[in-house]
């Protein structure tokens, strides 16, 4: 008979700390997420966004660069793991800030293709340097976040697979 499988984590760690909060994976990228988030919005205050709305604005900035094969709400939502009804307040907001443009589909009006206006382009030329003022405020050596980055990448890529 074969022994059961048995997380790593769990072999190190007692029942009596293996639901404490601190052992938790789970709540460090949680708290982890809110922190970093909560350091970028002073650079997302001097853009007049949220940071979901940033997130859109990035991958609508690679689109710019690569042009997917259909440029829809449901592309981005995909790309970013948002559901539509998430996304169509965020997207509506961008396109009253004169930043994205929501057209529907001539074929198929259930498509809601998108793009950037001239404003919503131009914008991207004042995050670079936000961004790099945030990086170099933080005092992070670029080397561990780039590795920091590519093992929480490679973690997502296993969640989003588990069955």
């Known amino acids: 008979m074969s022994q059961p499988h048995v997380p790593p984590a769990a072999i190190h760690l ?11 994976l789970c709540f460090k990228l949680y708290a982890a997420s809110r922190a970093v988030i909560r350091g970028y919005k002073p ?11 940033y997130l859109a604005m990035l991958v609508l900035w690679e689109w710019q660069q690569t042009p997917p094969e259909q440029p829809t709400v449901k592309a981005l939502g995909e790309r970013l793991l948002l559901d539509s009804g998430t996304l169509t307040p965020l997207l509506k907001r961008l396109e009253q800030l004169g930043l994205v443009a929501r057209q529907r589909s001539a074929r198929d009006e ?3 293709h998108l793009g950037l206006t001239t404003e919503g382009a131009a914008l991207k030329d004042q995050v670079l340097p936000l961004k790099q003022q945030l990086l170099c405020d933080s005092g992070f050596n670029l080397d561990e976040l780039d590795g920091l980055r590519d093992q929480l990448g490679g973690l997502l890529d296993r969640v989003i697979a588990a069955p």
Do not use: F, I, K, S
């Open 110 to 112: 259930r498509e809601v």
């Open 14 to 24: 007692d029942a009596a700390t293996a639901l404490q909060l601190d052992n938790q």
């Open 43 to 53: 650079m997302l205050d001097q853009l007049g966004l949220t940071y979901p709305q």
